[in-house]
């Protein structure tokens, strides 16, 4: 998700939203459906705000 999309979500939702976290993690969309980059991008991103499992 890109900041955009995190202000379109917000004005669309916003009363469902308040109070939640809603993490933006800056990957454009110029990848495939299964990049292997875009795959490691979205890995290490989201790894900031859960815990992955090993196999993952």
Request: proline share 5%.
């Amino acid at each position: 998700m890109e900041k955009k999309h995190r202000q379109r979500l917000r004005e669309k939702f916003g009363e469902e939203l308040r109070g939640k976290p809603l993490n933006v993690l800056d990957v454009p969309d110029d990848y495939g459906y299964m990049d292997e980059e875009l795959i490691e991008i979205l890995k290490s991103r989201v790894a900031e705000y859960i815990e992955l499992p090993e196999d993952f």
